[in-house]
């Protein structure tokens, strides 16, 4: 299982981002997809979780309105589409998932891409 996240960046105050997230090694259809992330000094925070056809979504509360998780099951790919960008944005956002093998749940997570929200 392999998840590489990428589309991370500098962005000003107010601007917007779309992270992706290419998985590989699974069944990517069959799961569904979450997006995380980590500020410094600060614990690791879902933002949001997609199904595995897209058509459900759950935000964190505090996530609501400025962020958008997608998929593309064709393409293995999990997006998030980040808006209104604030300094307090600023974090290693991860993407991750739980994958059922043999019987057994095992917790992947992508090695993490850096947003930074400064102007």
């Known amino acids: 299982v392999q998840l590489v996240e990428s589309g991370g960046g500098l962005v000003q105050p107010g601007g917007s981002l779309r992270l992706s997230c290419a998985a590989s090694?699974?069944?990517?259809?069959?799961?569904?997809m979450s997006w995380y992330r980590q500020a410094p000094g600060k614990d690791r925070e879902l933002i949001a979780t997609i199904d595995t056809a897209g058509g459900r979504t759950h935000y964190a509360d505090s996530m609501k309105g400025r962020f958008t998780i997608s998929r593309d099951n064709a393409k293995n790919t999990v997006y998030l589409q980040m808006n209104s960008l604030k300094p307090e944005d600023t974090a290693v956002y991860y993407c991750?998932?739980?994958?059922?093998?043999?019987?057994?749940?095992?917790?992947?997570w992508g090695q993490g891409t850096q947003v930074t929200v400064s102007s």
């Open positions: 991750y998932a739980r994958i059922s093998s043999l019987s057994r749940q095992f917790d992947y």
């Open positions: 090694g699974f069944t990517f259809s069959s799961y569904a």
